[in-house]
T-cell receptor
């Protein structure tokens, strides 16, 4: 069974640009969450989607947005990139949203903003 | 707000040594507690969880007990192996949820033969 797939693996962008990251969950999983990982702040929750609806959102500015499609694939978008947005962005999927549905993480997309 | 504090690392142990990785938390209500592990070249994966006070989570020889009185969830293993070398993250989520995780900073464990 294929794991969570994130594309691209690496990305280099310039300040002010925007970027879209993609996540394909494990087949059958309907919930997708996004996390940002930086050396300074560690892992921080961005948002969670279930059946195309955003269920939870972390404390990030409105420049960070996401969506989920009917096939459960998800994208996140960051507009007007800042240097501080450089990070590893992790996507996680799960069957559902309860405690018996563990999160399965992808290997992440490493974004570098110059 | 919620927060998770892990002991500073990295930690280096010899094979068959006893392992303890400390984790304390601050949270409102009754969070669920988790340990996630990231092996070299792989994504984060759930190691164990506990959902209420005095619950003990266990997996692959690792154990952690949810201590509400000390707000702790320390990870232990009686005899580590080289294959346990990885980064370990303590995390919590709001009551009844498996998402919106608050993570600790993570600690790198290296086990030498």
């Amino acid at each position: 069974k294929a794991g969570v797939t994130q594309t691209p693996r690496y990305l280099i962008k310039t300040r002010g640009q925007q970027v879209t990251l993609s996540c394909s969950p494990i087949s059958g999983h309907r919930s997708v969450s996004w996390y940002q990982q930086t050396p300074g702040q560690g892992l921080q929750f961005l948002f969670e989607y279930f059946s195309e609806t955003q269920r939870n959102k972390g404390n990030f500015p409105g420049r960070f947005s996401g969506r989920q499609f009917s096939n459960s694939r998800s994208e996140m978008n960051v507009s007007t990139l800042e240097l501080g947005d450089s990070a590893l962005y992790l996507c996680a999927s799960s069957l559902g949203v309860g405690l018996n549905s563990p999160l399965h993480f992808g290997n992440g997309t490493r974004l570098t903003v110059t | 707000g919620n927060s998770v504090t892990q002991m500073e690392g990295p930690v280096t142990l010899s094979e068959e040594a006893f392992l303890t990785i400390n984790c304390t938390y601050t949270a409102t209500g009754y969070p669920s507690l988790f340990w996630y592990v990231q092996y070299p070249g792989e994504g984060l994966q759930l190691l164990l969880k506990a959902t209420k006070a005095d619950d003990k989570g266990s997996n692959k020889g690792f154990e952690a007990t949810y201590r509400k009185e000390t707000t702790s969830f320390h990870l232990e293993k009686g005899s580590v192996q080289v294959s346990d070398s990885a980064v370990y993250f303590c995390a919590l989520s709001p009551y009844g949820a498996n998402s919106k995780l608050t993570f600790g900073k993570g600690i790198t464990l290296s086990v030498r033969p």
